[in-house]
């Protein structure tokens, strides 16, 4: 099975709440939320995909041997296969639109899958965090039974709290830890009854000092926000826009990356996410300055699609892809991608 079945498979499970567009970049699904879409025009989804766009590989045949390029690197002092994890996404039956089963149980095969096929694969994935109960529950049960794997991101709920979910994601050898800051601007989190906040520097500082495991703060799109992170012992940024689901007009990740990773000099591991669809995708992020990304929607697909055995088709086909332009470029491993590989059109 190739990856365009494995999405039309996923598409009939999701009972058409997602189109499985030839190009998932916003247009079809936006405002559906709950759903797949992004807010309102949905601009900030689209933004992220049109901002990678504008970039192109600049010479493509600069590799005039033929090699395999290495992909592997290391994560929060873990090995990995590839630069990509799977980014959280979370209340997957609301959000999906799958009705078979308990909301409950729909998350917890789809973490088992996720989980499962992320491990055999090499890869990390991440979990995220909602208003119902059980989506920390499942999370912790597969940290437990595949440690190392696994990076709990928790809503910016009271520092107390984040405190005691980072030291029990500590004790189950999560390699890191993070929050998702920007929700606490989702309006959706808060009409469910959730307890979240802006995060301060001082709660941040609070937290890494708490908290003996590397800790990841999502949603930074500024410089500012990324060195007042690092100000305060943040190990890692994720540079995004939460898909486009927090506001409408919202620049794209890659509008945004060149320059925070010109600023932070790789003092902080960089991570970005948002309309990243293809081994090609990743290695622009990488050349714009990130160390790794982050893939959200066409990872749930995978997983809807073909359970553990689509992650592994998916994560190998965008290593594969990213393998091949990694050749183009002359590029022999990661740490050779650089911004000059890649022009603005
Ligand atoms: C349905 C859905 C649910 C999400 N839930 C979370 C979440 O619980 N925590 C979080 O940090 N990000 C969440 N995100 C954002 C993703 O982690 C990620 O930033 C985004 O999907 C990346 O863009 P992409 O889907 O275009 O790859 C969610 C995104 C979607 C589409």
């Given at each position: 099975m190739d990856q365009a079945e494995l999405f039309t498979l996923a598409k009939k499970r999701m009972h058409n709440s997602c189109r499985i567009c030839k190009i998932c970049n916003g247009i079809t699904c936006a405002g559906e939320l709950p759903g797949l879409g992004g807010i309102g025009t949905g601009n900030a989804f689209y933004r992220n995909w049109k901002s990678l766009q504008e970039y192109t590989v600049k010479d493509c045949n600069r590799g005039t041997r033929d090699f395999i390029p290495d992909t592997h690197m290391t994560l929060f002092g873990q090995e990995v296969s590839m630069p990509i994890i799977s980014a959280p996404v979370g209340s997957i039956a609301v959000n999906a639109g799958i009705q078979e089963e308990t909301p409950e149980s729909i998350e917890d095969q789809y973490m088992h899958a996720l989980i499962q096929g992320a491990n055999a694969v090499g890869v990390m994935a991440m979990i995220g965090d909602g208003p119902q109960s059980y989506s920390f529950a499942v999370g912790m049960k597969y940290a437990n039974l595949y440690p190392?794997?696994?990076?709990?991101?928790?809503?910016?709920?009271?520092?107390?709290?984040?405190?005691?979910?980072?030291?029990?994601?500590?004790?189950?050898?999560?390699?890191?830890?993070?929050?998702?800051?920007?929700?606490?601007?989702?309006?959706?989190?808060?009409?469910?009854?959730?307890?979240?906040?802006?995060?301060?520097?001082?709660?941040?500082?609070?937290?890494?000092?708490?908290?003996?495991?590397?800790?990841?703060?999502?949603?930074?799109?500024?410089?500012?926000?990324?060195?007042?992170?690092?100000?305060?012992?943040?190990?890692?940024?994720?540079?995004?826009?939460?898909?486009?689901?927090?506001?409408?007009?919202?620049?794209?990740?890659?509008?945004?990356?060149?320059?925070?990773?010109?600023?932070?000099?790789?003092?902080?591991?960089?991570?970005?996410?948002?309309?990243?669809?293809?081994?090609?995708?990743?290695?622009?992020?990488?050349?714009?300055?990130?160390?790794?990304?982050l893939i959200g929607r066409p990872v749930l697909f995978s997983v809807i699609g073909g359970g553990a055995e689509g992650v592994r088709i998916s994560f190998q086909q965008w290593q594969n892809e990213l393998r091949r332009v990694m050749v183009r470029a002359g590029a022999e491993n990661l740490k050779q991608i650089t911004r000059q590989m890649i022009q603005k059109i």
């Open positions: 190392g794997n696994i990076i709990s991101i928790i809503k910016p709920r009271p520092d107390e709290v984040i405190i005691e979910r980072g030291i029990m994601a500590k004790r189950l050898n999560e390699p890191a830890f993070g929050i998702d800051a920007d929700a606490s601007k989702l309006a959706l989190m808060k009409t469910k009854g959730l307890n979240i906040e802006n995060k301060s520097p001082k709660s941040l500082y609070r937290i890494t000092q708490a908290v003996s495991l590397p800790f990841i703060v999502k949603g930074i799109m500024t410089v500012k926000e990324a060195i007042a992170c690092e100000k305060v012992g943040v190990k890692a940024i994720v540079v995004g826009n939460h898909g486009g689901r927090i506001l409408d007009t919202m620049k794209g990740a890659a509008d945004v990356l060149p320059k925070i990773a010109d600023a932070l000099q790789g003092r902080m591991t960089i991570l970005a996410d948002g309309g990243i669809r293809s081994g090609e995708d990743v290695f622009r992020m990488l050349a714009l300055g990130a160390d790794a990304v």
